[in-house]
């Protein structure tokens, strides 16, 4: 008769343990494992055309942009028409948006009726800063939210204004507005 192995136990434990510990450390990497969100493009032209033929100011578009600059909100209503939150537009409004490289967005957004709600809103309650940025002939004023997590540039033409802002520096909403023309 032979005698018991006694490395049988310890190797019969270890074996019974990566049995159950192996498919549960894969489902637990299958259901924590967040694959990053494909972020939808959206189509600007359609609508930029709109608002181009039925803005009574110049309307302001993003170009010569980088490709890894994805447009991801556009959105135009005339006075009164339905604006995105469903509510009627108060003057004429325009917005687009981007996300930029370093997963931050980015909008420019335009609008010639109840302007201090406007910017009011645009930067999140934001107070004006001293500085301006002097950018393709436009001064714009810089604003930066309570808790100084948004910031602003605000550009006044007559009756319009417009607002650039993002969770980022002025440098890169600078540049951003730097791509910023008219038809």
Not at 50 to 76: C, F, G, M
């Amino acid at each position: 008769m032979a005698g018991r192995n006694s490395n049988a136990r310890a190797r019969d434990m270890v074996l019974s343990m990566l049995v159950l510990l192996v498919p549960l450390a894969l489902i637990t990497w299958l259901f924590t494992s967040d694959p990053a969100p494909e972020v939808e493009s959206v189509d600007v032209a359609s609508v930029l055309a709109k608002a181009e033929e039925q803005s009574p100011y110049p309307v302001l578009r993003a170009t010569n942009l980088p490709a890894d600059w994805v447009p991801v909100r556009v959105a135009w209503a005339a006075d009164g028409d339905a604006w995105i939150t469903n509510e009627p537009a108060v003057g004429n409004s325009w917005q687009l948006g981007y996300l930029a490289p370093n997963q931050i967005y980015v909008a420019v957004q335009q609008r010639d009726r109840g302007t201090a709600t406007f910017v009011s809103d645009v930067t999140q309650d934001g107070r004006r800063k001293p500085e301006t940025s002097e950018i393709a002939g436009r001064s714009w004023e810089h604003w930066i939210s309570d808790g100084d997590r948004t910031r602003s540039l605000v550009w006044r033409d007559g009756d319009m204004v417009a607002v650039v802002s993002g969770d980022t520096t002025f440098e890169q909403l600078d540049a951003f507005a730097g791509t910023l023309t008219t038809h």
